[in-house]
């Protein structure tokens, strides 16, 4: 099956820094591409559409100078997390249509933050 | 605003029972729905799918049914094993075709050996 590769797949970093996580699609070319959040023991939460070649799509909530999102190639697309505090601790999650809702997760990144 | 729940928390059953998970939706517009399993630290998953022009899908071990009159969706799992210990999640998707999918809230499935 199609595969979608996640890295890193767990970060700790300090109050303050920024991190950046990185979905790809290494079989199959996506347009778009999805983030989601996952804090412990709850369900995943939809954070943004990111569409190759055009800016993102945020959800109500989120703020999307914190959480910047690139979709540079049909192959990848990063979420980086800026000036990272420790409520934003959490496991993110990407996905990848290969055809429209034609869906593969990566296996997800663990984000801690001291 | 517009949610996917869950009846169950937590759903514990003796391997070799079958298990029902069960989920309730909201959005009458949502057409494709979709089973997810999560091991612990992983991602999501796919098990089984059904689009809303069907009532009942089978694959190995597992059947999903929809019932849209009264907007619910149930995961049934034949011979439970302990591989099928899990967090299990429902989604909908809201937006035909696009893959933008909004999650349940999850049941963790523990089988007791």
């Known amino acids: 099956g199609a595969v979608v590769s996640q890295h890193p797949s767990r970060v700790i970093c300090k109050s303050g820094t920024s991190v950046k996580i990185e979905c790809r699609s290494l079989?199959?070319?996506?347009?778009?591409m999805f983030w989601y959040r996952q804090f412990p023991k709850q369900s995943l939460m939809l954070m943004a559409t990111s569409n190759e070649g055009s800016k993102a799509t945020y959800e109500q909530g989120v703020e999307k100078d914190k959480f910047l999102i690139n979709h540079a190639s049909l192959t990848l697309s990063t979420l980086t997390v800026t000036s990272a505090h420790p409520e934003d601790s959490s496991f993110y999650i990407c996905?990848?249509?290969?055809?429209?809702?034609?869906?593969?997760f990566g296996e997800g990144s663990r984000l801690t933050v001291l | 605003g517009e949610s996917v729940g869950l009846h169950l928390p937590t759903l514990s059953v003796q391997e070799g029972d079958n298990s029902i998970i069960n989920c309730a939706y909201s959005?009458?517009?949502?057409?494709?729905f979709i089973w997810y399993k999560q091991e612990s630290g992983k991602g999501p998953q796919f098990i089984i799918d059904i689009r809303s022009n069907m009532d009942k899908r089978q694959g190995q071990r597992v059947t999903v049914l929809l019932n849209k009159t009264v907007k619910h969706l149930s995961l049934q799992i034949a011979a439970t094993q302990p591989g099928d210990s899990a967090v299990y999640f429902c989604a909908e998707n809201i937006a035909s075709n696009t893959g933008k999918l909004i999650f349940g809230q999850g049941t963790t499935l523990q089988v007791k050996p």
């Open positions: 959005n009458s517009a949502s057409d494709y």
């Open positions: 996905s990848a249509a290969r055809v429209p809702g034609e869906l593969f």
């Open positions: 079989d199959f070319q996506a347009t778009t």
